[in-house]
């Protein structure tokens, strides 16, 4: 079969984000923005393909695939990508899955995070998550966020991740990069000598279990800043997810914990551009305000929604919210940020309310039920008005339209 090499070229040459292999029907795919594309090359045995890829692996990690048949690993091909490599076995088969890694990290201002992420990184202490499904993103953020750390303030950053994907060299920071099962045992064995090694920052690659979890949040309580991840779809799961992991009579105290410590969440996905040339993320924000802390602390995180749908000032925004900002672009189609929308409804409405407003700013449309009373039309005194009765003055064009328009403003517009 052609080298595996030869694959990996062509997935960044098509500009892929993942290439897989199907070894028992000799094809290989890449998925490219979203969609999977066949390749068209000769077709590989099983065989030959495992062989290929073992010419990757050192002796220790065919061992541990052929005991475990799960390999997680980290591959580079100089002059072309990184790569996050994951080994399995399908229908008795060896199988691969291979995600690029680039080598320039994107900033912050070419991702365009929202403006909390700016905050986020200022912190001195505490607990930010990013989170989202597969393949959203996270990683890539969280790496926008390290590397602005790293060139901007003279603090030791500490990893642990599974396997190492974006490489951190010393800039104003010192970055130590700890790799699972090469560097360490385990994300909660890293997490509790890490405490020794005189970090500022920790980065959780992801937190899997209770025990990580319990000393993520513990290391943010002893004066850390923590960047982790978890797979969920939006910021209220996120704090529901950490808390159920928990046995019942601990809950109440994580509940405690991460109401003081969390300082936000960043969930994320990514959508379709409408123009085809990739995709857009969308995303929602918490940032931990005293009342959000509140209602985590007394189990109504039913509520949070609504704190971040009216949490503009404090540079929140709901998944929908970014949907209808990305609509509004023009970056995305209609059909498709609605068929990513937690609630569909809710974003048509927000929708119709952000053209009503851009409508009536520009003065095209004049504003509905325009009678006696409005800005459009006589006006008269209230009912039961006596003599001498003082007409109020009319409402300021547009006045009842500001908060819609605030809603989806970014910070400083």
């Known amino acids: 079969m052609q080298s595996i090499d030869y694959f990996l070229t062509k997935c960044v040459e098509m500009h892929g984000s993942d290439l897989h292999f199907k070894s028992d029907t000799g094809h290989a795919y890449v998925r490219v923005h979203g969609d999977l594309v066949e390749l068209e090359a000769p077709i590989f045995t099983s065989d030959e393909f495992a062989e ?22 980290a591959l580079e091909v100089p002059g072309l990508s990184r790569f996050r490599g994951n080994a399995y076995q399908q229908r008795n088969s060896v199988q691969a899955a291979f995600r690029v890694i680039p080598y320039m990290i994107t900033t912050m201002e070419d991702l365009q995070l929202p403006g909390a992420c700016y905050d986020f990184i200022e912190k ?7 989170t989202g499904p597969a393949g959203s993103g996270k990683s890539t953020s969280l790496a926008a966020m390290l590397s602005r750390l790293n060139e901007k303030q003279p603090v030791h950053i500490m990893t642990v991740e599974d396997p190492i994907e974006f490489v951190h060299d ?12 090469v560097d360490t045992l385990s994300f909660a064995n890293a997490l509790k000598y890490v405490l020794r090694q005189d970090p500022d920052v920790i980065l959780v690659g992801e937190m899997r279990d209770l025990e990580t979890i319990h000393l993520a949040i513990t290391a943010a309580e002893t004066g850390h800043l923590v960047f982790a991840t978890l797979h969920t779809v939006d910021a209220v799961q ?35 551009r409408k123009d085809g040339r990739g995709r857009a993320a969308a ?19 039913y509520q949070i929604g609504s704190l971040i749908q009216t949490g503009a000032r404090q540079k929140m925004q709901t998944l929908d919210q970014s949907l209808v900002t990305l609509t509004e672009k023009g970056i995305i189609s209609n059909e498709e940020a609605r068929s990513r929308a937690k609630d569909p409804f809710e974003f048509d409405r927000l929708l119709q309310l952000m053209e009503e407003s851009d409508s009536h700013k520009k003065g ?3 504003p509905p039920n325009a009678g006696p009373g409005s800005p459009n039309g ?18 300021q064009h547009g006045a009842g339209r500001v908060a819609v328009r605030d809603m989806f403003k970014k910070p400083g517009q």
């Open 364 to 366: 095209d449309v004049p």
């Open 124 to 130: 001195p202490r505490g607990l930010v998550l990013v």
């Open 378 to 395: 006589p006006t008269v005194p209230p009912p039961n008005a006596g003599p001498g009765a003082q007409t109020p003055p009319p409402p």
């Open 52 to 73: 290929e890829l073992f010419k990757f692996l050192n002796p220790q990690q065919v061992a541990k695939f052929k005991k475990d048949l799960e390999l997680d690993f």
């Open 170 to 181: 010393d800039k104003m920071a010192l970055v130590n990069q700890r790799e699972l099962d």
């Open 283 to 301: 995303f929602e924000v918490l940032v931990a305000t005293h009342a959000v802390r509140n209602l985590i602390r007394e189990n109504k995180t």
């Open 238 to 272: 996120t704090v529901d997810r950490i808390v159920d992991v928990f046995p019942m009579y601990q809950q109440q105290q994580i509940r405690m914990q991460l109401s003081v410590n969390l300082v936000g969440v960043l969930s994320q996905t990514l959508i379709r």
